[in-house]
T-cell receptor, first 113, second 113 residues
Framework: EADIYQTPRYLVIGTGKKITLECSQTMGHDKMYWYQQDPGMELHLIHYSYGVNSTEKGDLSSESTVSRIRTEHFPLTLESARPSHTSQYLC????????????FGPGTRLTVL | GENVEQHPSTLSVQEGDSAVIKCTYSDSASNYFPWYKQELGKRPQLIIDIRSNVGEKKDQRIAVTLNKTAKHFSLHITETQPEDSAVYFCAVKGTGGSYIPTFGRGTSLIVHP
C-alpha cells in the first residue's frame, strides 16, 4: 500500500547524541518535507526537497540537516541533540502540482534528556 | 510571503451543533486551500479542499466556502459528533508558484456529548 513511513516512532536519547530520523514514501512523490510540531500545535517547516539532490531550509531555524539521494528517502539528522529539540517530527510528501495536498507520515516523537 | 490567520484557536460545541472555523490569507494569487484534521496522537489528514475557481464544496457534513475577494475561506461542520473532536489546520498554497503550503495555527475543536 502506498504510504509514508517514519522510524523510529518514539526515541528517547541523551544530550549530545547524533540521531537520524528516517522517512520513506512509496507514493512516487517528488516533493518531500519535514515539519516540527509540538502536540496539537503549529506545524513548522524545517526542510523541504523538490527532488533528488535538492534540499532547502524552511521557515524554522533548525540545527538539523537533510539529504535526498533517492526519490523515496528523506532522512533528517541532528548532529548533537539538545533538550530544545524535544518535539514531534512529521515527514510529508506531495505530487508536483500546486493544486494537490500533502500526505503526512505518522511522526517521530523525540525526547532529549 | 503569505500570511494565514486562523480563528478561533479553540472551539467548544455541544454534539449536534454546527462548527465554523475561518482562515484569512494575504496573497490574492493563492489558488489552493486544503483543510487537515489531526486527531490526538495521529498524523494530519486532508478532509476537504477547494480551488480558487470554486466558491463552495461540500462532502456530507463538511463544507468549505471561499471568498476570493475578501481573501478568506471557512470550514463548516454540521451535526457535530464527538469523533469530530480534533485539531483542524487550514492551509494556503500556490502563492508565487510555490509548492510550499502556508498553514494556519490550528483550531482545537471539542465536541461535548
Amino acid at each position: 500500500e502506498a504510504d509514508i513511513y517514519q522510524t523510529p516512532r518514539y526515541l528517547v536519547i541523551g544530550t549530545g547524541k547524533k540521531i537520524t530520523l528516517e522517512c520513506s514514501q512509496t507514493m512516487g512523490h517528488d516533493k518531500m518535507y519535514w515539519y516540527q510540531q509540538d502536540p496539537g500545535m503549529e506545524l513548522h517547516l524545517i526542510h523541504y526537497s523538490y527532488g533528488v539532490n535538492s534540499t532547502e531550509k524552511g521557515d524554522l531555524s533548525s540545527e538539523s540537516t537533510v539529504s535526498r539521494i533517492r526519490t523515496e528517502h528523506f532522512p533528517l539528522t541532528l548532529e548533537s541533540a539538545r533538550p530544545s529539540h524535544t518535539s514531534q517530527y512529521l515527514c510529508a510528501s506531495s505530487v508536483a502540482s500546486l493544486l494537490n495536498e500533502q500526505f503526512f507520515g505518522p511522526g517521530t516523537r523525540l525526547t532529549v534528556l | 510571503g503569505e500570511n494565514v490567520e486562523q480563528h478561533p484557536s479553540t472551539l467548544s460545541v455541544q454534539e449536534g451543533d454546527s462548527a465554523v472555523i475561518k482562515c484569512t490569507y494575504s496573497d490574492s494569487a493563492s489558488n489552493y486551500f486544503p483543510w487537515y484534521k489531526q486527531e490526538l496522537g495521529k498524523r494530519p489528514q486532508l478532509i476537504i479542499d477547494i480551488r480558487s475557481n470554486v466558491g463552495e464544496k461540500k462532502d456530507q457534513r463538511i463544507a468549505v466556502t471561499l471568498n476570493k475577494t475578501a481573501k478568506h475561506f471557512s470550514l463548516h461542520i454540521t451535526e457535530t459528533q464527538p469523533e469530530d473532536s480534533a485539531v483542524y489546520f487550514c492551509a494556503v498554497k500556490g502563492t508565487g508558484g510555490s509548492y510550499i503550503p502556508t498553514f494556519g495555527r490550528g483550531t482545537s475543536l471539542i465536541v461535548h456529548p
